[in-house]
């Protein structure tokens, strides 16, 4: 949800808090209401039963700590494979664009071309897929009707609703989207919709209609395969494969705290120009 749209539910919050007893009624009727009866509540999800628990034991297991291995060749696996290098992180074959957005990517190299910063120097996280593929390890946490994925990299959450949900036909836009995912037998797809405009580690221009496609599956016990396809009806003239990434477990590992922010230097002046602000007062004494 945009920082504008926080902020206005927020007064809106607290003037209902502050606002006499009746002035609902009073607006209400002012309105041309006929009722005053509220709009029944959502409905609560149910507490998981010994069932669920039960059930979900009997799915694969991805929970724990996962790396993406830095280098060597036989870290590479999946379609498009054979295009890919280094462990499990290289590009993929270039996307396939539709003219107008042909034309988008051209300016957008061409911006990119002239910028002095870039946002991650601002500790802006990257969107999906690009939280998927940094050189930092995940967390996968299972339970009944949900996979949670921590990132390390700027303390990222991911929420994978497993719960037989639909994806939303309009998600609130954000940096990770909107994800539901459903078992394929030991494999769990996931579909991702509603992105912010922001970079997220994809090399060409993509409309409000994009969606990503993940594959996580088992290949052992301790590798972890996401096979990932981008498809954009407006951006796209034919799905986009990015490969496989290749996880592995370390079940000893802990996820580390990260606050990006907490060491930034970076700075933009008024004319655009990038440079670091070697000391920064706000910077950690470490």
Not at 98 to 112: D, S
Not at 138 to 154: F, K, S
Not at 259 to 265: A, F, H, T
Request: charged share 20%; aromatic share 8%.
């Amino acid at each position: 949800m945009p920082r504008s749209r926080n902020v206005f539910y927020g007064f809106l919050a607290a003037s209902l808090l502050i606002a006499p007893a009746g002035a609902a009624q009073v607006t209400a009727q002012a309105a041309g209401s006929q009722s005053t009866t509220p709009p029944a509540p959502k409905a609560a999800r149910r507490a998981p039963t010994p069932a669920d628990w039960a059930a979900l034991g009997k799915l694969p297991d991805f929970t724990g700590v996962w790396e993406i291995p830095l280098g060597g060749g036989a870290a590479r696996g999946g379609r498009g494979a054979a295009n890919r290098t280094g462990g499990g992180r290289g590009p993929a074959n270039a996307p396939s664009l539709t003219p107008e957005y042909a034309a988008k990517g051209q300016e957008q190299a061409r911006l990119a071309a002239k910028a002095e910063d870039n946002p991650s120097a601002n500790c802006l996280p990257p969107g999906m897929p690009g939280i998927m593929s940094q050189p930092y390890p995940i967390e996968v946490l299972m339970t009944p009707g949900q996979v949670t994925i921590v990132t390390e990299a700027y303390t990222q959450v991911r929420h994978i609703y497993t719960d037989g949900r639909p994806l939303p036909e309009d998600p609130d836009p954000s940096f990770d989207g909107t994800s539901v995912g459903r078992w394929e037998g030991d494999t769990l797809v996931v579909e991702t919709a509603g992105f912010e405009p922001v970079p997220r580690g994809i090399s060409f221009p993509y409309s409000e209609k994009m969606k990503i496609v993940e594959r996580f599956r088992l290949s052992d016990p301790e590798t972890l395969n996401v096979e990932t396809t981008i498809l954009d009806p407006l951006a796209l003239a034919k799905p986009y494969e990015m490969g496989n990434r290749i996880f592995k477990r370390h079940r000893s590992w802990t996820i580390a705290e990260y606050v990006c922010e907490e060491n930034n230097r970076n700075f933009v002046d008024e004319k655009g120009k990038a440079g670091i602000n070697l000391a920064n007062p706000q910077a950690s004494p470490k």
